[in-house]
């Protein structure tokens, strides 16, 4: 299944004393989600924001907010994140020893449910909740910071999670060291919805921030055109 492409510009490169205005300035340049990176110190090496956060930026935009948890315990703080507002709450797999309950958690608060992976957990984690969930994110970095380098040995996962997703209306999502330039291998391998931080918030106004979610989302769809055409030769 071909799914529209969508960029989802992650708000841990925005300027976080005016994340209100950048908010509004990645919304008007033409993201589609807005991807919101939590980070507790201890699941990952470094810490963000939390769910006060997400509730105090919900009214600034109506576009999705693609909430990322990467934080270990996670069930305890579910709730919170539900009523912050969250569109999508994805956990990680390796967060915690019950992946299917989180799942089941994030459902029965309405909301939609993703699982990320790690750069060294293998996709067969995900084998017995592909059809509980509605997203799957693929680290391309090791999750705890922005501006880290594309990790290519993640392509053949990315690839390999297409192929168990078939045909279930489920996005896969590519995290981290995202730029134009890998931007169609990423798409070639599968992927619908690509998340970017520090390529999209380095250019400093509205302006340089629609260049480059649009060059993103351009090489994004060129990606995907040989596989496409490939398909319709006999
Ligand atoms: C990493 C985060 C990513 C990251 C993306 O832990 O989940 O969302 O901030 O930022 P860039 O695009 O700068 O790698
Ligand atoms: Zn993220």
């Known amino acids: 299944m071909t799914r529209e492409i969508v960029i989802a510009p992650s708000i841990l490169a925005a300027d976080f004393a005016r994340l209100g205005e950048e908010i509004a300035a990645i919304d008007a ?3 589609d989600w807005i991807h919101c990176d939590v980070m507790d110190g201890h699941f990952v090496p470094n810490i963000s924001f939390g769910a ?8 600034v935009t109506k576009k999705i907010l693609d909430v990322h948890l990467m934080i270990a315990p996670v ?3 579910l709730e919170a994140f539900a009523k912050a507002g969250a569109d999508i709450i994805t956990v990680h797999a390796e967060a915690g020893p019950h992946l299917d309950r989180s799942i089941q958690a994030i459902r029965a608060l309405g909301k939609k449910a993703g699982v990320s992976l790690c750069p060294a957990t293998a996709e067969s984690a995900i ?9 799957v994110l693929v680290m391309t970095v090791n999750p705890g910071f922005g501006g880290q ?5 993640q392509l053949e996962k990315i690839e390999r999670i297409k192929v168990m997703i078939g045909d279930r209306p489920i996005r896969l999502e590519v995290d981290g060291g995202v730029t134009p330039d890998n931007a169609a291998a990423v798409a070639a391998a599968g992927a619908d919805t690509l998340v970017a931080g520090s390529a999209v918030f380095r250019g400093k106004s509205k302006a340089a921030y629609a260049n480059s979610i649009a060059a993103i989302r351009t090489a994004a769809e060129a990606g995907r055109v040989p596989k496409l055409q490939t398909a319709l030769i006999p």
């Open 29 to 31: 340049a033409g993201a």
């Open 52 to 59: 006060d956060v997400i509730k105090a930026i919900r009214p």
């Open 75 to 77: 069930d305890p703080y």
């Open 127 to 135: 084998t017995y909740v592909l059809d509980r969930v509605d997203l």
């Open 149 to 153: 380098s594309f990790l290519e040995s």
